[in-house]
Structures are given as structure tokens and as C-alpha cells.
């Protein structure tokens, strides 16, 4: 359907992405539903924009079905929020994390409850103000957000903004 699909489950996908994050390379995901694959499909400016993705993870159960019926053999689907659960409840010191999208009030609630379940999760930033549709921060915080991240150097980048505009 014009998305390459990573047959993968929850766990191999946590091992996936600490083997990443000790790599030299960026890597970006996208936890791919069937409205993400539909407009790839029929939507070139938005398959152009999310063409820098080095992986579609299966977030709906239908993209499960399709694989499964090409002899995937997956059990289940990568639910974005539910990895996001998954490996921050986990993960291992010495990762590096920061929260980019969403309200204050969410931000602030995820970060208490992963470190209080996991005192090894370290959150450095966040930025919980708005973007439009094409992706971009409000006002003067785009250069300062991208200033912020570069000289912080998060392992991981959790993005909240929603489709399309997370993806832009």
C-alpha cells in the first residue's frame, strides 16, 4: 500500500531503539495507523514529507491483519502510547529523554508518572506549546525549541502534536 511496515512487537522494538541510540545515526519512527498509510497512498505531498522516516511501526489492527495475511505472524499491533508505556517503564539508565507537543499539564503528568515508576528515566526538556499544520512552532519557539534540543542532545524525542502536523 506504499508504506513499508516493520513487522516487529513491543519488545523487539525496545531493543531496536536502545541498539539505535547508541548508533552515530538519527533515527525516525512513525507509529503508522491506517490513515497515516492512506495518505501516503494518495496524498504525494504528505508520502514526500514523511519519506525521511527510517520506520512505519504497525499502530492499527488492520495494518496487523494485512501483514499478517502476507504471513507476518504478529500477535498484536505497536501502539504508540503503549510503547511510549512500555519502554519508558524499562528503560535503563543513561538514556536521555524529551517531551516535544502537548499540553503542560500532560507533560508534566507523564513525567511524574514514568520517573515515579522508573527512577531511571531522566527527562531534560519539553516544549508543550502549539504548531500549526505545517508543522511549525508558534511565534519566536521554533529557533529556540530547535536550539534547545540540539545543545541538550536527547536520545529520544517523544512527539505529541497529532497527524499531520507532528509529522511536518
Known sequence: MGTPLLVTDYGELA??????????????????????VTLRRHDSAFRELTGGYDFFLP??????????????????RVYGPAFMRKFLGNAPA???????????ECGAMLRE???????????????????????????????EIIDEINRLS???????????????
Not at 548508533?23 to 491506517?34: I, R
Not at 492499527?60 to 498484536?76: F, K
Request: a neutral charge; charged letters at 15%; aromatic letters at 12%.
Open 15 to 36: 531493543g531496536f531503539c536502545q541498539q539505535w541510540m547508541r548508533s552515530p545515526a538519527c533515527v525516525a519512527m512513525e507509529f503508522a495507523n491506517t490513515q497515516i
Open 94 to 104: 543513561g538514556f536521555t529523554h524529551y517531551l516535544l507537543g502537548g499540553s503542560p
Open 113 to 143: 508518572v514514568f520517573t515515579r515508576a522508573n527512577p531511571n528515566v531522566q527527562f531534560i526538556g519539553a516544549f508543550h506549546g502549539r504548531c500549526g499544520v505545517d508543522g511549525r512552532l508558534d511565534g519566536a519557539a521554533e529557533p
Open 59 to 76: 499502530d492499527g489492527m488492520p495494518l496487523v491483519w494485512c501483514l499478517n495475511r502476507a504471513g507476518a505472524g504478529l500477535r498484536d
Open 154 to 168: 536527547p536520545d529520544f524525542i517523544w512527539v505529541g502534536f497529532g497527524t499531520p502536523k507532528q509529522q511536518a
